[in-house]
């Protein structure tokens, strides 16, 4: 037979009934998410190296992609049908900022919703990393150091 005590099994009674409250106590931070809509396709060198040179951004920002945020990533391959419709996928994600890399696909997000907020990549084609502008989406995505960004 099972021998507990009294003093053992008001412990685990106790214990049991403030697991919850502790588990919500030590709850993570909401995860970020973010949109990026491409004018490239997925094979693109150039898409390929802007991509990394987005997620190398943000980790230099302290968001690491599948911890605190999480990119959603749309190739519309220079086709304006595929920029409505991924602009609608994203939007529909209900993401705390899109970020677009042409022109026209910021029409296409604008059609989509006037409510999140767009970033749009200046391409130089100078290189990825330059062009790059995540230091705004520090700032939308309400990141704690965002007074010293410029």
Known sequence: ML???????ITLLG??????LAARAQQAE???CIGVLMNTTAEDPLGQA??????QGLQQLGWEV?????????????DTERYRKYAT??????????LATANSIVSALQQASRTVPIV????????????????????????PD???VA
């Open 146 to 148: 965002s007074s010293s």
């Open 89 to 98: 996928e994203l939007v529909a994600l209900a993401p705390d900022v899109i």
């Open 30 to 32: 909401r995860v970020r």
């Open 120 to 143: 749009f990549r200046r391409d130089t084609r100078s290189g990825p990393s330059r062009s790059l502008r995540i230091r705004r989406v520090r700032r939308l995505c309400r990141y």
């Open 15 to 20: 214990g049991a009934a403030t697991w919850p």
């Open 50 to 55: 802007g991509s990394a040179a987005f997620a």
């Open 3 to 9: 021998d507990i005590t009294r003093r053992k099994l």
């Open 66 to 78: 599948g911890f605190n945020v999480r990119v959603d990533t749309r190739w519309g391959a220079g």
